[in-house]
């Protein structure tokens, strides 16, 4: 762990909360979630509309997702790095590791987070969060741009793949 166990537990122990309360699978846990997210939290996701302006549109859009999601998940934290802005305020990021258990399978993702965390009312609540899922068109070491390029040069390929195809399709017409 690279934080200081001591001095940042309840930190880290709020991001677990976070965490453990997402997990759950009784409805009841999201209402739940709106003591752990500051009055004026907003959020950023991995998905082209995973933007949260408060509170409700997230605990809104974690209901709709669980709602979707069939199978139990449990999520562990892979590292988490605190650092404190001020006594009152902390920016934590992770990575954690979630299992969905989709019996008899499991599949694991292993997204990276931000966190900023400030102590209200002598707990500490979410103020923002930004979540990254890896790319799957980035291989290790890539840059946008060449992944970009070799998805175009298989588009290209698949392109001629097909109209070759249709060709000799229209040839037995």
Known sequence: MLYDAERDAEVVEAVVDIFQTL??????????????LAPHFAGLGS???????????????IRIEQAQMPYATTYDEVWVDVRRVRDDLAIVTGQLRVVIHAEPEEHTIEPRYTFVLEQLDGRWRLAHSHFSV?????DPGATLASALERRNRDLELLVERLTAVVILSLADL
Not at 23 to 36: I, Q
Request: no cysteine; proline share 12%; charged share 30%.
């Open 134 to 138: 890896e790319d799957p068109i980035l």
């Open 47 to 61: 998905g082209p509309e995973d933007f949260y302006t408060d509170p409700s549109s997230f605990v809104e859009s």
């Open 23 to 36: 997990s759950a699978e009784e409805p009841e846990a999201l209402d739940r979630l709106y003591t752990l």
